[in-house]
């Protein structure tokens, strides 16, 4: 919390009208405000603050008492997380302080610190940098640039860019304040320890880890030489925790949130709040290594401690969430969907149903909703959310783009492909505006932009909004991180999809180098990466070396997840097409079989992926005649995805054909040529005539008319095609 400014009652004067036994009686109700304010009693301490204030400026709305109750006042409502209400007072108090005391006077920056805090937690970062680097600047002109104000000022303009994901900009400052630390306090002062640590959080946000580590490491080692109390190791700890984790050092991260859960519970007790942050630290490092059973049991404990303590808490409601996540990740939707949805009840309660993070429940659910093909309930959760943000933060501000980005990905789910892209490009436009053309969030928006283009085939537009959000992740996350991977994934597949394979090759090869750089061999992403490249083998006709690249992938994700995983069925799925090229059924069909077997098991028989399943097995059985069988197999799959996408969605499209082709192999032509021609009617709705898809429906009539001997329908379709 920070430092209360106690308020000091002027003696005389134009500005002390009222009687001394009023004024006497005013100061003593500001102490008890300072006093509940120190006791964390915030509500009270407010109710105190505005009594004083109102006598305060009855008396002279522009004195130095009503300066300070009003930034007090601020405080206290800061501290309760009211934020917009907090800004007013900073905003009332400033202009008087600045007057009575002058602009550079200390308490007057001090409240200028204040109002950019309250900003900053609104999201409006712009005005929050301005304040902040007006005070920088106050503090170099008149402390000089090395005096400890100046380097905390320096500090709170690196953390504000920091916010904005600006963080080549932020470790500029964050730089100044390790050097002048260790210039004015020396290499081993505790002070610099903690700005070591700021600094290293800044580089493990960039994936420098080869850099942010060791910082963190010297960090503790200043403080262990200073015989600090466990207690501030135990912070240091967690920071170390998180980058170890960030690089995908699971043990490791493991052992040392292990060690401040130990710390915590010996210092401050089982019961203990602090104790709670660290079991959820464990449980979820723990969750990271795939043993989400394991993790559930320590987000169990934190939030008993949680409801003991704090009872229908925003704390509380996380805990709720993080129990939830658990079976989210087993794939156990029905099972997870409860605990949001009490989370939501508790955010409601205590925040009210317009609050900001009653939206973040609301958008959970949803994804609860799609993950069980719910798609329209979630879309109406979504809507909901968006309203709350939208009167929350104003139509126009960041704060609304990720529930856009939310629903337009659930209207791609839902093939709305229109809907959609205007709902991301909605997003796009909020983000450019308060956050820049360059900040992270728009290099993810214009990959969602990509991602409805390659949907519908529009791969030389999807081509183009890719090579933008490269571009802006390189530039702020520099060429070797994560997200820079990934959209280098992104930009490769849209090329690989125009067949510009050598193109696409270096872009997937760096993925993978960046991917097994930071986070080694043993990752999920590490195995999508050699998935793509063994891909992209596949469709030039390497065949062994596609079916070796998908089997390297497919031990990585069984090691990491287990044999019977849902995380394997990407590799299991591919490795089996990879086979049937080289025509090696029996394995390609047993694999698809035991994929089959994993999704029903994890999803049940009504969910899509479970119909892709059956699909898959189907296509097994094609080349080896077994028509009937693969038959079957279709009509299961159609029959999921009529029941949960409706009878339109291009997914209805894609299964017609296989059936077609099924029905045709048993000389049911008839059959055939309806369920073709109803695939080419919906995906010319759906994708327009255009497209890849449609044309390729097109070719599947033309082909089913040559062999109904209609040589003329067969020829215009042909022509289509084309």
């Given at each position: 919390?920070?430092?209360i400014?106690?308020?000091?009652?002027?003696?005389?004067?134009?500005f002390?009208p009222?009687?001394?036994?009023a004024?006497?009686?005013?100061?003593?109700?500001?102490?008890?405000g300072n006093?509940e304010?120190r006791?964390?009693?915030?509500?009270e301490?407010?109710?105190?603050?505005?009594?004083?204030?109102?006598?305060?400026?009855?008396?002279?709305?522009?004195?130095?008492?009503?300066?300070?109750?009003?930034?007090?006042?601020g405080?206290?409502?800061?501290?309760q997380?009211?934020?917009?209400?907090?800004e007013q007072?900073?905003?009332?108090?400033?202009?008087?302080?600045?007057?009575?005391l002058?602009?550079?006077?200390?308490?007057?920056?001090?409240?200028?610190?204040?109002?950019?805090?309250?900003q900053?937690?609104?999201?409006?970062?712009?005005?929050a940098?301005?304040?902040?680097?007006?005070?920088?600047?106050?503090?170099?002109r008149?402390?000089?640039?090395?005096?400890?104000?100046?380097?905390?000022?320096?500090?709170?303009?690196?953390?504000?860019?920091?916010?904005?994901?600006?963080?080549?900009?932020?470790?500029a400052?964050?730089?100044r304040?390790?050097v002048?630390r260790?210039?004015?306090?020396?290499?081993?002062h505790?002070?610099t320890?903690?700005a070591?640590r700021?600094?290293?959080?800044?580089?493990?946000e960039?994936s420098r880890f080869a850099e942010?580590?060791?910082?963190i490491?010297?960090?503790?080692?200043?403080l262990?030489?200073?015989?600090?109390?466990?207690?501030?190791?135990?912070?240091?700890?967690?920071?170390l925790?998180?980058?170890?984790?960030?690089?995908g050092?699971?043990?490791d991260?493991?052992?040392?949130?292990r060690k401040v859960l130990?710390?915590?519970?010996?210092?401050?007790?089982?019961?203990?709040a602090?104790?709670?942050?660290?079991?959820n630290?464990?449980?979820?490092?723990?969750s990271?290594?795939?043993?989400?059973?394991?993790?559930?049991?320590?987000?169990?404990?934190?939030?008993?401690?949680y409801?003991k303590?704090?009872?229908?808490h925003?704390s509380?409601?996380?805990?709720?969430?993080?129990?939830?996540?658990?079976?989210?990740?087993?794939?156990?939707?029905?099972?997870?969907?409860?605990?949001f949805?009490?989370?939501?009840?508790?955010r409601?309660k205590?925040?009210?149903?317009?609050?900001?993070?009653?939206?973040g429940?609301?958008?959970?659910?949803?994804?609860?909703?799609e993950?069980?093909?719910?798609?329209?309930?979630?879309?109406?959760?979504?809507?909901?959310?968006?309203g709350?943000?939208?009167?929350?933060?104003?139509?126009?501000?960041s704060?609304?783009?990720g529930?856009?980005l939310?629903?337009?990905?659930n209207?791609t789910?839902?093939?709305?492909?229109?809907e959609?892209?205007?709902?991301?490009?909605?997003?796009?436009?909020?983000?450019e505006?308060?956050?820049?053309?360059?900040?992270?969030?728009?290099?993810?928006?214009?990959?969602?932009?990509?991602?409805v283009?390659?949907?519908?085939?529009?791969?030389a537009?999807?081509?183009?909004?890719?090579r933008?959000?490269?571009?802006?992740?390189?530039?702020?996350?520099g060429?070797?991180?994560?997200?820079?991977?990934?959209?280098?994934r992104?930009l490769?597949?849209?090329?690989?999809s125009?067949?510009?394979?050598?193109?696409?090759?270096?872009?997937?090869?760096r993925?993978?180098?960046?991917r097994q750089?930071?986070?080694?061999?043993?990752?999920?992403?590490?195995?999508?990466?050699?998935?793509?490249i063994?891909?992209?083998?596949?469709e030039?006709?390497?065949?062994d070396?596609?079916v070796?690249?998908?089997?390297r992938?497919?031990?990585?994700?069984?090691?990491?997840?287990?044999?019977?995983?849902?995380?394997?069925?990407?590799?299991?799925?591919?490795?089996?097409d990879?086979l049937?090229n080289l025509?090696?059924?029996?394995?390609?069909?047993?694999?698809?079989?035991?994929?089959?077997?994993?999704?029903?098991?994890?999803y049940?028989?009504?969910?899509?992926?479970?119909?892709?399943?059956?699909?898959y097995?189907?296509d097994?059985?094609?080349?080896?005649?077994?028509?009937a069988?693969?038959e079957?197999?279709?009509?299961?799959?159609?029959?999921?995805?009529e029941?949960?996408?409706?009878?339109?969605?291009?997914?209805?499209?894609?299964?017609?054909?296989?059936l077609?082709?099924?029905l045709?192999?048993?000389?049911?032509?008839?059959?055939?040529?309806?369920?073709?021609?109803r695939?080419l009617?919906?995906?010319?709705?759906?994708?327009?005539?255009?497209?890849?898809?449609?044309a390729w429906?097109?070719?599947?009539?033309?082909?089913?008319?040559?062999?109904?001997?209609?040589?003329?329908?067969s020829?215009q379709?042909?022509?289509?095609?084309?």
């Amino acid at each position: 919390m920070r430092t209360i400014l106690i308020l000091c009652l002027l003696a005389g004067g134009p500005f002390a009208p009222a009687p001394a036994l009023a004024q006497t009686d005013t100061s003593q109700i500001v102490e008890a405000g300072n006093a509940e304010l120190r006791a964390g009693r915030y509500a009270e301490a407010e109710r105190l603050y505005r009594q004083a204030l109102a006598v305060y400026q009855a008396l002279d709305p522009n004195s130095q008492n009503t300066g300070v109750a009003l930034n007090n006042l601020g405080l206290a409502l800061e501290n309760q997380r009211k934020f917009a209400e907090a800004e007013q007072a900073y905003l009332a108090a400033h202009p008087i302080r600045a007057r009575v005391l002058g602009a550079d006077h200390a308490d007057t920056l001090g409240t200028l610190i204040n109002l950019a805090d309250a900003q900053q937690g609104q999201s409006k970062f712009a005005p929050a940098e301005t304040n902040f680097r007006t005070v920088l600047a106050a503090r170099e002109r008149t402390l000089g640039a090395e005096h400890a104000d100046t380097l905390i000022a320096a500090g709170r303009v690196a953390s504000v860019l920091q916010a904005q994901a600006r963080y080549r900009d932020a470790e500029a400052f964050y730089r100044r304040l390790v050097v002048g630390r260790e210039k004015t306090l020396g290499p081993s002062h505790v002070e610099t320890a903690y700005a070591l640590r700021a600094l290293a959080g800044n580089l493990t946000e960039q994936s420098r880890f080869a850099e942010s580590e060791p910082l963190i490491r010297r960090a503790i080692g200043i403080l262990e030489a200073a015989r600090r109390p466990e207690v501030d190791l135990a912070s240091f700890h967690t920071s170390l925790g998180v980058a170890l984790s960030r690089q995908g050092k699971f043990a490791d991260a493991e052992t040392t949130y292990r060690k401040v859960l130990e710390i915590r519970e010996r210092l401050s007790g089982s019961g203990s709040a602090e104790t709670a942050v660290a079991l959820n630290n464990v449980g979820t490092v723990v969750s990271r290594a795939g043993r989400y059973a394991e993790a559930e049991g320590y987000y169990r404990r934190a939030l008993a401690i949680y409801e003991k303590a704090l009872g229908d808490h925003l704390s509380t409601a996380r805990a709720i969430d993080n129990i939830g996540g658990t079976y989210t990740s087993r794939s156990m939707y029905k099972e997870a969907e409860p605990y949001f949805r009490r989370a939501l009840a508790m955010r409601e309660k205590v925040g009210g149903p317009w609050h900001p993070d009653t939206a973040g429940s609301l958008t959970q659910i949803a994804d609860v909703l799609e993950a069980q093909s719910r798609y329209k309930e979630a879309e109406d959760l979504i809507r909901r959310a968006l309203g709350i943000r939208e009167k929350a933060f104003g139509a126009g501000h960041s704060g609304i783009g990720g529930a856009l980005l939310s629903l337009g990905d659930n209207l791609t789910t839902q093939a709305r492909y229109a809907e959609a892209e205007a709902a991301f490009r909605r997003a796009l436009a909020v983000f450019e505006k308060g956050l820049g053309s360059e900040h992270p969030d728009v290099g993810v928006t214009l990959g969602r932009i990509g991602g409805v283009y390659e949907t519908q085939g529009k791969y030389a537009l999807a081509e183009a909004e890719f090579r933008q959000g490269l571009a802006i992740a390189e530039k702020v996350y520099g060429a070797e991180h994560l997200t820079t991977a990934w959209a280098a994934r992104n930009l490769a597949r849209a090329l690989r999809s125009q067949g510009k394979y050598a193109a696409a090759d270096p872009l997937y090869r760096r993925a993978l180098a960046i991917r097994q750089n930071v986070l080694g061999l043993e990752a999920s992403a590490t195995a999508d990466s050699i998935g793509d490249i063994a891909g992209l083998a596949n469709e030039r006709g390497d065949y062994d070396e596609a079916v070796a690249g998908y089997r390297r992938a497919l031990a990585i994700d069984e090691k990491v997840h287990g044999r019977d995983h849902v995380f394997t069925l990407g590799a299991l799925d591919s490795l089996a097409d990879g086979l049937e090229n080289l025509a090696q059924f029996a394995e390609a069909e047993a694999l698809h079989r035991r994929s089959l077997a994993i999704r029903e098991k994890a999803y049940g028989p009504d969910h899509p992926s479970t119909a892709w399943g059956y699909s898959y097995a189907g296509d097994d059985l094609m080349p080896q005649a077994r028509f009937a069988e693969a038959e079957t197999l279709y009509r299961k799959a159609l029959a999921v995805h009529e029941r949960l996408h409706g009878p339109e969605h291009p997914n209805v499209a894609t299964l017609s054909i296989d059936l077609a082709y099924a029905l045709a192999r048993q000389d049911r032509l008839d059959e055939a040529a309806g369920a073709v021609m109803r695939a080419l009617s919906i995906r010319a709705k759906a994708l327009g005539p255009e497209h890849p898809s449609t044309a390729w429906a097109a070719n599947g009539v033309a082909w089913i008319r040559e062999r109904q001997k209609n040589h003329v329908d067969s020829e215009q379709h042909a022509r289509r095609a084309l």
